[in-house]
């Protein structure tokens, strides 16, 4: 299971901790949120107790495995979760990997953003006959989704490809242009559920697919998210990893920790970092508490690298202002490792000869923690005993769990993103969309 080290978040270990009273003051606080959300069963816990959406996936196994790349068109949850799966279960040089060394399995690429230089070069380098599209749109409205969709629909039939045998949906069963298309033209589709936000998504057949695609094993993803969920629900604060995050962060928030860094000590791991900052922000920064008052809360959430970070944000982290909570994220197993050579008789690299890249990478977390600890930040640890299906699906659930109590101990809706909608507006009366003129209200500064 994976491990949770909150001392550094304590009073007792760190001067700017909270104390271990005040945690136990919302004990019964927290059990109340508990019963509700076993109670409620929201949509992100719902999925994981039913086969569907595994099975869903597993009916287009052979379909999918027919081709050599599978290139995942969405942003922001529709694409954040297949990024993380990929970076954080796959070899970073995977895509470069020839059929043999990825056992047949597919490449994975995931066109998010709308930069033309980064959709050219993903389209520039895979072949588009050997190439499976899945556009992933829960409102299948999405203005960068749908563009991305354009293009590689125009691509397929420049090449007299047909579209119905290059292209799934995965979308809401009933709404949305995707699913309209899809009616019309034959096209597979896949559910998103109605009731799972986008940011949650990541265990529906949004992160489902590339991750079967690669050779990902989604039945382990889906016991470590079960086992998180059960821990959550059955154990007491102390040992309630879900809860705890969710409470520490809210209690450092409110003595003005603003601020919450994941700094992963493992380059695949920081990509879950990337997957947390969308939950955490859209969840928790709200304007409005859910009986309607103006408070504009939530807490920034940063990503960070470790060691690399050492050289660039441990300074602030160190002395600036006291304004955060960080989060390490550590493994105990990396998959590979490397051996320091002794090349040199000389007493100042004697330290490192000899020794493994791992030691080093785990002894730089140790001192970066013991460093902040000195100084009275707080910090937390997630111990990764190994990097795998089971655990990255464990650290999933823990942490929409978290997101869920935090939602109800900060008083706001977690699910919804209202202050999303007007950017969308105006970006659609400055392209012309029929409706939106109104919100043109830009138009004066564009193009400088
Ligand atoms: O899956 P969709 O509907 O295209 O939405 C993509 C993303 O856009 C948002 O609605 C707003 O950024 C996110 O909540 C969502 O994950």
Redesign the pocket.
Known sequence: MLKFDFSNTLKENVTGGIKREEINSYENKINDILSLIDKERPGFVNIVFNRKWIDSVLDIKDFVHSFENLVVV?????ALGNIALQNTLRPSDWNYRSKEERNGFLRVFVIDNVDPDFVASVLDRIDIRKTLFNV???????AE?MANYLIIRGLLESYGLKPNKHIIFTTDPEKGVLRKIATSENIRTLDIPPEV???FSVLTCVGLVSAMAAGIDIEELYDGARTAYNRTIKESLWNNPGALIALIHYLHYLNGRNISVMMAYSNKLYYLADWYR?LWA?SLGKAYSKDGKLINVGQTPVKALGAVDQHSQIQLYNEGPDDKIITFLKTEKFERDIKIPHVHNEESLNYLQGKYLSQLLNSELSGTESALAKNGRPSLKVIFPEINEFHVGEFFMYYELATAIAGELFNVNPYD?PG?ELGKKITYALMGRPGFEKFNMKQDNQNG
């Open positions: 969405g942003i922001g949850g529709s992933i749109s829960k409102s299948g409205s999405t989704a936000g986008g940011r969308q859209e993103q999303v």
